[in-house]
Structures are given as C-alpha cells and as structure tokens.
C-alpha cells in the first residue's frame, strides 16, 4: 500500500518502475479508468506511430492485387 503526499505524490516502488522501464524524467500520463487511474509512459510520437504500425500489420486480407486493393481504398471501378 502506498500514501499519496499532502504535495500529491506517491512513490512507485522500485521493481514496479524497472518493469516498465520508468526511468528518473520519464514522462507519463495518466488515465482514468474503472474507477482507478493508469498510468503510462508517454510515448514519443515515432514510438506511438511504430507501435500503431505494428498492432496493424497483418490485419489487411491477403492475396489481394494491387487493383483489388485500389478498388477496395478509393472504390474505383
């Protein structure tokens, strides 16, 4: 268990932070969620466009041509 501060600060215990690679000034955010809070690194905008990427690839149908797939992202004939 841990107390928040009369400044509002906590302290992440040491373990939790190497797991997630929280460094000394690392940003991070935090998110509301189920009644509770998140909190995540802040990701770089190259580190949030790579890991987009990466969630996508290989959800796309194979065996497509290059025309099907025109037809399929512009709907032309």
Known sequence: MMRITAKGQVTI???LRQRLGLLPHT???????DGGAL????????????????RARGVAPG???????MQLTRGED
């Open 13 to 15: 215990p040491q373990s």
């Open 27 to 33: 940003e991070v955010t935090f998110v509301e969620a």
């Open 39 to 54: 909190i995540r690194p802040r990701l770089s905008k190259a580190r949030l466009i790579e890991q987009r990427l990466r």
């Open 63 to 69: 065996g497509l041509t290059t025309d099907e797939v």
